[in-house]
């Protein structure tokens, strides 16, 4: 099992920019394809988007292209989330989830495919 701390959420007005970030530990890394979900009050809990295990292959929910970026740090043990051009409706708590594979392409896309989380981080998106 592998420990997530996510961090870097708060209070941002429309049009900003946040960076999350999720700390990994107790198993080796690189072995994990990671991805951050997020839910909003008295919604079900999405895919917000993904990378591989070596960081080459990203996959985004199409709500959040173009303005989200995932990446990884592999020697650092971290995930990172950049965030721009906030909207209300990103409004949500956001988790980080790690799955182990031993394919360095894939990405899982459904909560089902991860056994590992964070407690999540707050991100609220002011109007």
């Known amino acids: 099992q592998v420990q997530l701390v996510e961090s870097g959420g708060g209070l941002v007005q429309a049009g900003g920019s946040l960076r999350l970030s999720c700390a990994a530990s107790?198993?080796?890394?690189?072995?994990?394809?990671m991805a951050w979900f997020r839910q909003a009050p008295g919604k079900e809990r999405e895919f917000v988007a993904g990378?591989?295990?070596?960081?080459?292959?990203?996959y985004y929910t199409d709500s959040v292209k173009g303005r989200f970026t995932i990446s990884r740090d592999n020697a650092e043990n971290t995930v990172y989330l950049q965030m721009n051009s906030l909207t209300p409706e990103d409004t949500a708590v956001y988790y980080c989830?790690?799955?182990?594979?031993?394919?360095?392409?894939?990405?899982?896309?459904?909560?089902?495919?991860?056994?590992?989380w964070g407690q999540g981080t707050q991100v609220t998106v002011s109007s």
């Open positions: 990378v591989s295990r070596s960081g080459s292959r990203t």
């Open positions: 989830a790690a799955h182990r594979t031993q394919s360095t392409i894939v990405i899982i896309s459904i909560i089902q495919g991860y056994n590992d």
């Open positions: 107790g198993r080796t890394f690189s072995n994990y394809a």
